[in-house]
């Protein structure tokens, strides 16, 4: 199993100068690993006619992860991530795959891990947050099932709002923060939209800008 595993590694590797050149938009994905432990080694992102091979770096664990592609030249036709389920080598090909959709892995029992898959906008993906300003924005927990706390450090004046955009980066709540004695300010997020309804699954990113400080923090919300 682990030389068929290296082989298959290895033509994936080298598939990696095809597409380059075709970038157009941002593509990311989640693994849930449910009760194993997954990581995620390499992926094959099929694109009509151009295949792009990503060899990943840390992917995947024993909570939910979300990684982030180079950028693709178009949704895929399909999607195969070459990982380790436990210590077991695991295949699975996910074709035609829909936005913000859960697929489960080919293998792993009866709870299998599940990835899914989307596309974000530069100007709203989590940056690496700069040292002293990391705590600028939190929110609890990071995968929301029905409520959201959110904590935050204000800059500037008038009440800051926090802003939830989906992941193509559409705007779908704002939360208007109240600030207490201690300067820190707060708020909760019901998983509701504008209109009151409650927002699908999916990956979901609370931002905050004032005063030139922008600071993102990304949540997964599901049933």
Known sequence: MKKRYAGLAVLALSLVAFGVGYAQIGFYGVVDPNTFDVQVQSAVVFVNPYVDTFTTTGWGGTS????QFPDIAAWPDSIQLISLIGPMPNVSMFPSPIANVWYDFTYGGIKKPRALFYSGVANVEEPRPASGTAQRLQVSPSVVTAQMAVRLQPVGIGRPVVEIHDAVGTVVRSLVCATG????????????DTFGRVVPEGVYFCRYAS?????????????
């Not at 939910?64 to 990684?67: C, G, K, L």
């Not at 400080?213 to 997964?220: G, N």
Request: aromatic share 6%; charged share 15%; hydrophobic share 45%.
């Open 64 to 67: 939910q992860d979300t990684f």
């Open 181 to 192: 004695a201690n300067g820190v300010a707060t708020a909760t997020w019901n998983r509701d």
């Open 211 to 223: 005063s030139g400080v922008v600071a993102v923090r990304k949540v997964l919300v599901t049933n």
